[in-house]
């Protein structure tokens, strides 16, 4: 037999067989039994969340095209022959985006080729979660 149920996580509406529903999905909080009033609610709540979701693509696509072929400055210590005493961080490179470009990223949306232990330009890649993806340049000078 098949059971309508909704899938709380989505909130989509979905037919599953009556075993799986009764003896997983509800037990697990993981869906419960759709009726009328739940499905019409659900549908609500799921318009919501499309149009939350498609805001925050919107956002996360202006601030790529803000942040594509841009350079961000970082200064650090190094010696004579350009050797960083240590290495530029991930958070050093977060934290000179947040201030020169105005943009917050998450540490997990960069990707960065190679450590940067030396002065001098480096490829950044950002890929936000919306699979946009944007490339931009990090000068590391000397301090």
Known sequence: MIMKVI??????VKNVADGYARNYL????????A?????????KVHAERQKETSAQDETW??????????TVVVSAESNE?????????LEDILVAINKQKNATIQAEWLKIA????????????VEFPNKQ???????VQKK
């Open 7 to 12: 899938i709380l996580k989505t909130g989509e």
């Open 35 to 43: 009726t009328p009033e739940k499905i019409a609610q659900a549908e």
């Open 81 to 89: 022959e350009g050797t960083l005493f240590g290495a530029v961080s």
């Open 114 to 125: 190679e450590p940067v232990k030396k002065l001098g330009t480096y490829s950044l890649s």
């Open 133 to 139: 993806k944007t490339v931009l340049m990090l000068d």
């Open 61 to 70: 696509k202006r601030m790529s095209e803000s942040l594509s072929n841009t």
């Open 26 to 33: 509800i037990p697990q909080g993981l869906a419960q039994i």
